[in-house]
T-cell receptor, first 114, second 113 residues
């Protein structure tokens, strides 16, 4: 079945450091890929998405490229801020007939120190 | 914000009692999902619905049932709550389309004592 694997956290960085959070997936067909962010005490919110191979999603300085050849969708940011501290989830959306499963990775906690 | 409301937001219940969590949407989205979030496990799919009265199991469906009698409501029932079901439960909605994103509720923190 479909699955998503994220790098284990927590990830601790200093402000202005470069961020990479790895995400790889297993899927049949042509899924869409998403990154969600969860701030403390809140629900998840969409950060960015990519819907086909070689697409790059971007938002708030974050980027991720849909790489079909390596089945990856790594999240990057050039210079993190303290306000980026949160839990980040990689997700895969696929459709089979009328169903629409949305599968999440384990989540990676990011802590940014001033 | 997407119109999605979970109730209750917090609940403490005793082992062996039935519990129902409600997810209500005002967006008329086709898909609705129930997830649980636990440390070290991320977000795991319990059940989801792809239409009124159309539901399917997720990866951790044992001990849970769902119902969707109308588009706007998706109920999650713990038939006989156990301590292992202590968790934060999230509902999500998603409209039809391969590339659409999900919108999440604020979560329900359930404690089974």
């Amino acid at each position: 079945g479909n699955s998503v694997t994220q790098m284990e956290g927590p990830v601790t960085l200093s402000e202005e450091a470069f961020l990479t959070i790895n995400c790889t997936y297993t899927a049949t067909g042509y899924p869409s890929l998403f990154w969600y962010v969860q701030y403390p005490g809140e629900g998840l919110q969409l950060l960015l998405k990519a819907t086909k191979a070689d697409d790059k999603g971007s938002n708030k300085g974050f980027e991720a490229t849909y790489r079909k050849e390596t089945t990856s969708f790594h999240l990057e940011k050039g210079s993190v801020q303290v306000s980026d501290s949160a839990v980040y989830f990689c997700a895969l959306g696929s459709f089979s007939g009328n169903t629409g499963k949305l599968i999440f990775g384990q989540g990676t906690t990011l802590q940014v120190k001033p | 914000d997407a119109g999605i409301t979970q109730s209750p937001r917090h609940k403490v219940t005793e082992t062996g009692t039935p519990v129902t969590l409600r997810c209500h949407q005002t967006e008329n989205h086709r898909y609705m999902y129930w997830y649980r979030q636990d440390p070290g496990h991320g977000l795991r799919l319990i059940h989801y619905s792809y239409g009124v009265k159309d539901t399917d199991k997720g990866e951790v469906s044992d001990g849970y049932s769902v119902s969707r009698s109308k588009t706007e409501d998706f109920l999650l029932t713990l038939e006989s709550a156990t301590s292992s079901q202590t968790s934060v439960y999230f509902c999500a909605i998603r409209k039809l389309g391969a590339n659409t994103e999900a919108f999440f509720g604020q979560g329900t923190r359930l404690t089974v004592v």
